[in-house]
């Protein structure tokens, strides 16, 4: 799914994202990236730099968040460890910006607890 073209300008694909829990909010979330950004488990392939809308759903909110961003992170289907394959997104509008000051304040102190994400 991509965005329509209306404007003659390039198209961006939409990536669906809903969180059931704040511990999956959490393990996704990558606030060590300037803007903060978001993990997103996928198969799919993403190249480095490219821009993606996300559509994101938070836990216990019934309403869809936009935001853009720009591929910032990936780890391949077949990386060794216990590493998820997807890519990480780091946003780079206002809805991003807003959103991540709605993670902040949902995630709270869970942010200082060290526990492992899907990134680090």
Known sequence: MSTPDTSGKRKLPIIPLRFKSLNQLYKSYMPWLKNGG???PTSKRFEMGQEILMMVVLPELPDKFPAAGVVSWVC????TGH???GVGVEFT???GMT???RIDGMLGE???SGAPTYTL
């Open 93 to 95: 509008d206002q809805e």
């Open 110 to 112: 869970q942010l200082k």
């Open 76 to 79: 391949p289907k077949n990386a």
């Open 38 to 40: 978001l993990f997103l």
């Open 99 to 101: 959103l991540r000051l």
């Open 83 to 85: 590493n998820k394959p």
